[in-house]
Every structure is written in C-alpha cells, then in structure tokens.
Nanobody, 124 residues
Framework: QVQLVESGGGLVQAGGSLRLSCAASGRTFSTYAMGWFRQAPGKEREFVAAITGSGGSTYYADSAKGRFTISRDNAKNTVYLQMNSLKPEDTAVYYC?????????????????WGQGTQVTVSS
C-alpha cells in the first residue's frame, strides 16, 4: 500500500514562495512517476505538475509554468513542489499523488494514491 504525506503548506503573501514536500512509502519510489494537484473551494481538482521516476522529465500546467518547479530526491523517497511568485489564485489544497503505473499522468482519475492534502493560502 502506497502512503503519501504532504507538508509545507501555509499562509504567504502574494509574490512569496513556499516549498511543498511529499514523503512516500510502500513501493520502490524511484520506479514511478509522481504528481501534484490542487483543489480550490468550489472547483474541480486540477493538475499542477508531474515528474518521471528518474526525475529526468517534468510536466506543468500552464498556470504553473515558469513559477513552480517539481523535483524529487529518490534517496529520501520525497517529491517537492517549489512555488514562487505566488498569486491569490494559487490558493487551494495541494495534493501529492501517485499513479498505479510508472508513467506520468495528467488527469486526477489516472492516479490511484493520494496524500491528505496541505492548505496553501496566498493573501493579496
């Protein structure tokens, strides 16, 4: 059973930065892609970023490109989301997710395992 635990959320002013972490356990971490999603109140969960098992390829939603960076440390079984130049519209619960297969995915229904989420609030 894969377990994911996020940390690093909080309250930040617009223009600020946060780094989210997701610690994974339960399978060979480096073999599988990982993803980050977010869900704002009243909205559907949306894709933010994904990374391959090796970390060699990354993928971003248009809203994240140029501001967010996904990375991973396979020795620590941890994936990160560095968020810079935060905007009020980035306010959401952010979820770490793992697909059942090894390849990166971009839709929430393609992910089988989810963390509990961490709240990110950006004030204007």
């Amino acid at each position: 059973q894969v377990q994911l635990v996020e940390s690093g959320g909080g309250l930040v002013q617009a223009g600020g930065s946060l780094r989210l972490s997701c610690a994974a356990s339960g399978r060979t971490f480096s073999t599988y892609a990982m993803g980050w999603f977010r869900q704002a109140p009243g909205k559907e969960r949306e894709f933010v970023a994904a990374i391959t098992g090796s970390g060699g390829s990354t993928y971003y939603a248009d809203s994240a490109k140029g501001r967010f960076t996904i990375s991973r440390d396979n020795a620590k079984n941890t994936v990160y989301l560095q968020m810079n130049s935060l905007k009020p519209e980035d306010t959401a619960v952010y979820y770490c997710a793992a697909p059942s297969g090894r390849l990166p995915r971009f839709k929430s229904y393609e992910y089988s395992y989810w963390g509990q989420g961490t709240q990110v609030t950006v004030s204007s």
